[in-house]
């Protein structure tokens, strides 16, 4: 396995998601390519696999397979591209909502508080707006709904007030400097748990996650063929309650095949201490 990024759940969403060895199916979250390895895996000489994803460094990791179509775009527009590339439907569409291992632990893209490093926090290198950008610019009361909504930080209202003050004197560039301008406004226990959510809220704002995952959902359904199959693998309680409430709404058409979402085991867990907040969904499109 890669030490690029380890997959979640991979035995799991893959046996879930494909039915049909020589089907078409979407990767919409490409990152180390661990799922999409496994799903050609189990795929036949005339099936595809359309994979997405919008960081270069990802793309780098893509296998030498004609089966494979690696695609540059943000997996929101999941149903356009499936116009274009597979106009017949999808037979299933995979998607790991988590930032890739990689990811966290290159200290120059700005996602981890380990790291003395630039406030980045983009998945796509070129995008326009780092995380500095937000902590520098927002208003106070931007920030506290930001930390609150998508952090579900405790003491919102005083993070979001620290950085401000802290701003005045000098702005925040560096995780480092974060760090040092949220230090009093962090509660004595839970030091990290706190700044860890703190760190959430930043990156679902400069990457705009929700509104993508919104997207996301609403075009996954229209890409597939009926009978087709969504996996979903979410890592924070935001995220789930939307795909949950998603497959919930027979509106659009979907079944959930897992009442109850699927855990990792506690092996897994062991060997990949950041699976330990994932939950797999599978849901079904209705038959025409």
């Known amino acids: 396995m890669s030490d690029y990024h380890i997959p979640v759940l991979l035995e799991e969403s893959v046996s879930a998601l494909v039915r049909n060895p020589e089907g078409v199916y979407a990767d919409a ?3 180390g390519g661990g799922h999409s390895r496994a799903i050609l895996a189990r795929l036949g000489a005339r099936a595809r696999l359309l994979a997405f994803d919008l960081d270069a460094d990802a793309a780098a990791q893509a296998p030498q397979d004609e089966r494979l179509t690696l695609i ?4 929101r527009f999941i149903e356009n591209f499936t116009r274009k590339e597979a106009p017949q439907g999808l037979d299933g569409i995979l998607a790991d909502l988590g930032v ?3 990811q966290f632990d290159t200290a120059e893209r700005g996602f981890s508080f380990r790291f003395d490093a630039p ?5 796509n290198a070129q995008g326009d707006k780092t995380a500095a950008d937000i902590v520098n610019s927002y208003t106070q009361e931007e920030l506290e709904k930001i930390l609150r909504l998508y952090g579900e930080v405790d003491g919102a209202r005083a993070v979001a007030r620290s950085i401000a003050a802290a701003r005045e004197k000098a702005p925040i560039r ?10 009093d406004a962090l509660p004595s226990f ?3 748990k706190q700044i860890a959510k703190i760190y959430q809220a930043l990156r679902i704002e400069v990457n705009g996650e929700m509104r ?3 997207k996301f959902l609403q075009g996954a359904v229209r890409a597939l063929k009926p009978g087709g199959r969504l996996a979903v693998i979410t890592y924070h309680s ?4 939307q795909v949950k409430q998603f497959i919930r709404e027979r509106a659009n058409g979907l079944e959930s095949v897992n009442r109850k979402p699927i855990l990792p085991t506690e092996e897994e867990i062991e060997s990949n201490p950041r699976a330990r907040s994932a939950k797999l969904r599978v849901a079904q499109k209705a038959e025409a």
Request: hydrophobic letters at 35%; aromatic letters at 6%.
């Open 238 to 241: 935001l995220e789930d309650r």
């Open 212 to 214: 993508s995952l919104e």
């Open 72 to 75: 540059r775009g943000n997996f």
């Open 29 to 31: 979250t490409f990152g």
């Open 174 to 183: 560096s995780t480092t400097d974060l760090g040092n301008a949220i230090a």
């Open 119 to 123: 406030l980045d926090m983009r998945m």
């Open 190 to 192: 839970q030091v990290h």
């Open 100 to 102: 890739s291992s990689h």
